[in-house]
């Protein structure tokens, strides 16, 4: 079922203030990290599959000792989750050949916020190409606050009574304020300390500690999605300790206002739905071909707003139109336009609801605090939170609310960001950074990935795929040759390159 805490968690989602950034001299202070992770083979986890236990072997499990808050070491530590393939490890056919021609160290950054880092090594692999499984060793984590990383724990019942992004009145600004309190106390008791310091500039200090632990002078990093905020802190920060940097499905975390944030979440969220439109006025496989789609879109919103639509996971209860807009945008993330196709085409047949979602007891995770932490997005009363919605109507025919418009509402009345979003310093990197972006993705917009490009200047180049869905280096040969070969050999691609769109229903 659709429990409306989930909406936040897998978002690109109530603190204390976190100090700020340490001083050169602080840093040289701080507890060294330990010399090594004890490694050890990755073991079946409840909750894994058949399928997911026989991708383990070759993977390494570890933690590494890390300070809560990396600018006061002395006030306590917790344990780092990461995992590793070496190279050549893999099991595949071409796996074990390339350990005598080892690049190095490559570190994946997971996105979300929230994304398992672990997991991608324990069993994500596919995402990696055989090259670079025989090249490098992959190393990953569960960011702090994530998972296996004293993960944010919070009670699942104040969290299914999440309000709706879709505020109406002042009544319904203020009782979204006070749940923000209420949900932060109550998350910061079930998780500790750590809560107080979940900000991207932590992470990268953990991100340099585990370097530390492996004993490497530098490493190649690849961010996806929101990991691409922590590469582009991490190499700002050491750039003589990055060698190649990959940023594939850009967040841009320059300066920006939250109506700037929200008309460029929109955007690309309605530029996705349009193409979908387009696939299906073409395709009569489509089981929407030949209808008018915006209409029908217009008349599933209108019953989702008289909660007369059913959940399509769990059809007896209803869904609202910010969870109907949801769904509809993560299906573009692959994109799955025929699935999508399908599922209004059903819903648009189906009877209403006849009960609400049962309560759900004891405690859940949820990791989409770190977007508050890392965002600033004020919005001073209802009034101006009425302007956004306006404004998000008028100019967007379809997706009129963004998934990223609950990271509004979510940090609405909460402490300043400790990492605010700002325009970024000169990165100094001795090989410019590899931007990669779909030119259709709903979630990181490619604007925004040309405002990085931008910002990088003569330390990035961007290379465009010309199609769809959210992360690219998966989605056609050329461009995984592309990352490939600038991650082993730093060849670095022209400006302007661009790979041809493959399509997503062949």
Not at 69 to 77: A, Q, R
């Amino acid at each position: 079922m659709f429990r409306r805490t989930t909406w936040g968690v897998v978002l690109i989602a109530a603190t204390a203030m976190v100090a700020p950034p340490a001083t050169a001299s602080a840093e040289q202070t701080a507890p060294k990290p330990q010399p090594s992770i004890a490694w050890a083979d990755c073991k079946p986890e409840p909750g894994d599959t058949p399928e997911e236990i026989a991708l383990l072997p070759g993977s390494g499990c570890g933690t590494l000792t890390v300070p809560i808050d990396w600018n006061k070491p002395g006030d306590g530590t917790f344990e780092l989750a990461v995992a590793r393939r070496k190279a050549g490890s893999s099991s595949g056919p071409a796996g074990g050949r390339g350990v005598d021609q080892r690049v190095g160290v490559l570190v994946f950054g997971p996105g979300g916020p929230g994304d398992s880092g672990v997991d991608r090594i324990r069993t994500g692999m596919s995402r990696f190409s055989q090259q670079l499984e025989d090249r490098f060793d992959i190393v990953s984590f569960d960011p702090r606050g994530v998972a296996r990383s004293n993960a944010v724990m919070c009670s699942a019942a104040l969290l299914a009574r999440q309000p709706s992004p879709i505020l109406e009145n002042h009544s319904d600004f203020d009782a979204t304020i006070k749940y923000n309190h209420e949900l932060a106390t109550d998350c910061r008791k079930n998780t500790g300390p750590v809560y107080d310091h979940l900000d991207t500039l932590q992470t990268v200090r953990d991100v340099d500690a585990i370097r530390a632990a492996l004993g490497e002078q530098r490493i190649s990093f690849h961010g996806s999605s929101y990991g691409t905020l922590l590469g582009q802190q991490y190499a700002q920060r050491y750039p003589q300790r990055t060698r190649a940097l990959v940023l594939e499905s850009v967040f841009d975390h320059s300066s920006a206002t939250t109506g700037e944030f929200l008309d460029a979440q929109a955007w690309a969220g309605q530029d996705s739905f349009d193409e979908f439109v387009k696939w299906c006025t073409t395709a009569t496989t489509c089981a929407l071909h030949g209808q008018d789609i915006h209409a029908l879109w217009d008349r599933l919103l209108a019953r989702a707003d008289r909660g007369e639509l059913p959940d399509p996971q769990h059809p007896s209860s209803p869904i609202t139109p910010y969870q109907l807009s949801f769904v509809t945008f993560r299906t573009f993330y692959g994109p799955d336009w025929a699935k999508l196709a399908d599922l209004l085409a059903t819903l648009d047949k189906s009877p209403p609801p006849t009960e609400q979602p049962p309560v759900p007891t004891g405690l859940t995770s949820f990791a989409f605090v770190t977007f508050c932490r890392d965002f600033s997005l004020p919005v001073r009363n209802y009034g101006e939170y009425a302007e956004h919605l306006r404004r998000l109507a008028r100019d967007n025919e379809d997706l009129r609310y963004p998934g990223q418009l609950l990271a509004v509402s979510t940090c609405l009345g909460l402490p300043k960001a400790p990492n605010p979003q700002r325009d970024p310093k000169a990165y100094d990197l001795r090989t410019p950074a590899l931007l990669i972006n779909s030119l259709h993705d709903p979630a990181t917009g490619y604007n925004g990935a040309r405002s990085v490009a931008r910002q990088l200047g003569r330390d990035g180049v961007l290379v465009t795929y010309r199609g769809w869905g959210h992360g690219s280096y998966t989605s056609s040969p050329c461009m995984e040759a592309t990352v490939d070969d600038y991650l082993v050999a730093l060849d670095v691609p022209r400006r302007g390159t661009s790979c041809a769109a493959v399509d997503p229903t062949s």
